[in-house]
């Protein structure tokens, strides 16, 4: 019974793997993929190019700066949310579901409307910014550095913290309520209940949706390709991977910065595996 | 602390004056300026986080009725004047590119049909693959959970190079049918590790129950077993809808040369960039791109997050 799903899962995932590992042996074209075989005519040259080409390392250290700060200010964020939502309330029902939107929400149009809001001409934040607050001019938010990668990482927060907040919402729904009674009995004030009772129950799931929210961001391609397109400083690897494999047709290439990229992300989680997280992951 | 000690040290020196003096006020100050504080500050962050989420999608609706000149007058108005007020974005974005449109319609139908299909398949292999994981005992068994959720963290943009020369290579990209297989293929280990958790959690015994009976394996599955677990496949299948639906980089990478055969998403995405279409226009389009999930999500909210945090207790 289970069969068929290995096998397309195994057909569709496994071996597409297997082949990018292939392929970026292999100095192939887009255009000439019809006729070129398969397999056969390793090079090294792929590799060659993506570690000596200067665009690579500084993608590399785009994509490690978003991921590390999309991640803090993601769980950052759904932290807060939780504790803030943690008492009951008339509507928290409604609040509770309400944060839950951006994630769920379909990706082109949560950053076409951002960028709309963005927009130096008539978007809504630079029109607040100049008659309110301000501003001499309008900023370019998207378009120039360092705020396009900022403005990116914001939005990471915007769309993922929803993730962090609701595991956070049902860890913190467990939590006994004796600990805190006792804590306050003798003293102690909100925040030293947060400090010494509640963050280190918190730990372990925190930790699990560091590792979780740095894999998926470290991975994204659609909030940044559909934000900035790579431009202004936020080129990431997987964009990277998109410009070779579509707009240069060098496959190639494109497979061997893709296989360079999971290789980091393993080597990363392996070792926050090994020291950080020992107890508290798996 | 040294707040903490102090009062301590001085309770049982002068234990009346502790009743009605300073000394009360100063022992638990701290503990009652954090309770305001906080108490404050909780309200301002929900409220401040209701306008930061939802603010986006205010804003989209609120572009999406209001007419282009006028917006560009008046960008910071908060809500459309009566005699802005329209909805001919929303004809303009459904109407076909024959008629003066940009065709929305025809892509809402190759979503709906994109998306349908995955979660029928996604369904069928999961179910029985979650079952079989669930239920069976057979060589590898273990090995197989672990496959699925390595899958499940790998990143689409390594999958895509080799997919997108595959599928170019036996001419079937641009066919609905293998981004349905694509994603089928994304979506069946999170529905197969979502499902396989539930099924665990329906008695063996009532199955061997029926078994007495003499009912086979399928009948099992079909009368007892499912009817029990429709809550998670329900929430599976709005899972993978939404993922279906919501889905960008492969819709990208296999149907963009076609126009006919865009989804929301892509038509969207590809519109975006173009000046000769208003902005409110293409609102109006991220509108109709958006609301079927919201609805959905409100509609079924307690399900989903119930599915997805029931699936995280256990990793």
Redesign the interface.
Same mark, same amino acid.
Request: hydrophobic content about 70%; cysteine-free; aromatic content about 16%.
């Given at each position: 019974m289970i069969s068929p799903t290995v096998v397309i899962v195994v057909v569709l995932v496994v071996l597409p793997i297997l082949w990018t590992v292939v392929l970026a042996f292999q100095d192939l074209r887009l255009i000439r993929l019809r006729t070129a075989g398969l397999l056969g005519d390793y090079t090294l040259d792929n590799f060659v190019q993506v570690f000596s080409s200067s665009g690579f390392w500084s993608a590399l250290v785009t994509t490690l700066v978003y991921s590390v700060c999309g991640t803090a200010a993601a769980i950052g964020l759904g932290l807060v949310a939780a504790l803030a939502l943690r008492g009951g309330f008339r509507g928290r029902t409604f609040v509770r579901a309400s944060l839950l939107l951006p994630y769920v929400a379909p990706i082109v149009a949560a950053t076409f409307v951002w960028g709309v809001m963005l927009n130096p001409q008539f978007g809504i934040v630079n029109e607040v910014g100049t008659r309110l607050l301000g501003w001499d001019e309008p900023i370019a938010f998207l378009s120039q550095r360092p705020t396009a990668l900022i403005t990116v990482i914001v939005f990471e927060m915007w769309r993922s913290f929803p993730f962090a907040f609701l595991f956070l919402t049902a860890r913190l729904q467990a939590a006994p309520a004796t600990l805190e009674e006792a804590a306050k009995v003798d003293g102690a004030t909100p925040t030293q209940v947060f400090r010494h009772i509640l963050l280190p129950q918190l730990m372990p799931t925190i930790a699990v949706l560091a590792l979780l929210r740095f894999i998926w961001t470290f991975n994204n391609f659609d909030d940044i390709f559909l934000l900035t397109g790579g431009g202004a400083g936020t080129q990431v690897i997987s964009v990277r991977v998109f410009d070779y494999l579509v707009s240069r047709g060098d496959i190639g290439a494109a497979s061997a910065q893709a296989l360079v990229l999971s290789t980091v992300l393993l080597v990363l989680v392996t070792v926050y595996y090994r020291f950080a997280a020992k107890d508290e992951v798996a | 602390m040294a707040d903490?000690v102090t009062a301590a040290a001085d309770a049982p020196a002068a234990p009346t004056a502790q009743r009605r003096g300073p000394t009360a006020g100063r022992r638990w100050s701290?503990?009652r300026v954090?309770?305001r504080v906080?108490g404050v500050l909780?309200w301002v962050? $929900?409220v401040g +986080?209701?306008l &930061?989420?939802?603010f986006? &999608?205010y804003?989209?609706v609120l572009?999406s009725v209001r007419d282009l000149s006028a917006? #560009?007058q008046d960008?910071?108005r908060l809500w459309p004047a009566l005699s802005e007020f329209t909805v001919s974005t929303y004809r303009e974005v459904l109407t076909s590119t024959g008629s003066g449109g940009q065709g929305f319609l025809r892509f809402i139908a190759n979503s709906g049909l994109i998306a349908l299909g995955t979660v029928a398949v996604t369904l069928a292999?999961?179910i029985?693959?979650a079952?079989?994981?669930a239920r069976?005992r057979?060589p590898g068994r273990r090995n $197989?959970s672990v496959? %699925?959720l390595a =899958?499940y +963290?790998?990143?689409? !943009?390594? #999958?895509?190079?080799?997919? &997108?020369?595959?599928f170019?290579?036996i001419g079937l990209r641009g066919s609905l049918a293998a981004l349905v #297989? =694509?994603y089928?293929?994304?979506t069946?280990?999170v529905a !197969?590790y979502m499902l396989r958790n539930y099924f665990q959690t329906v008695p063996a015994s009532i199955e061997e129950a029926a078994a007495v009976d003499g009912a086979g394996r399928f009948t099992i599955l079909r009368r007892i077993t499912l009817p029990l677990a429709m809550p998670a496949i329900l929430s599976n299948a709005l899972f993978v809808f939404?993922i279906a639906?919501?889905e %960008?980089?492969f819709a990208l990478?296999f149907l963009v040369e076609d126009r006919s055969r865009w989804t =929301?998403?892509?038509g #969207?995405?590809q519109l975006?960039g173009s000046i000769e279409i208003p902005?409110t226009v293409?609102?109006a389009g991220? =509108?109709i791109?958006?609301l079927p $999930?919201?609805v959905l999500? &409100?509609a079924t909210?307690r399900l989903l997050?119930g599915g997805?945090?029931a699936g995280?207790?256990k990793?």
């Open positions: - | 903490v701290r503990y954090e309770v906080l909780r962050v $929900i +986080l209701m &930061f989420t939802l986006p &999608f804003y989209m572009l917006l #560009l960008p910071a292999f999961a029985s693959g079952y079989a994981i069976l057979f $197989i496959l %699925f =899958v +963290l790998f990143p689409s !943009i390594l #999958l895509a190079v080799p997919l &997108f020369v595959f170019t290579r #297989l =694509v089928v293929s994304q069946v280990a !197969i939404m639906w919501n %960008f980089l990478l =929301v998403s892509l #969207l995405s975006a902005t293409l609102m991220s =509108v791109l958006t $999930i919201v999500f &409100f909210e997050t997805l945090t995280a207790e990793g």
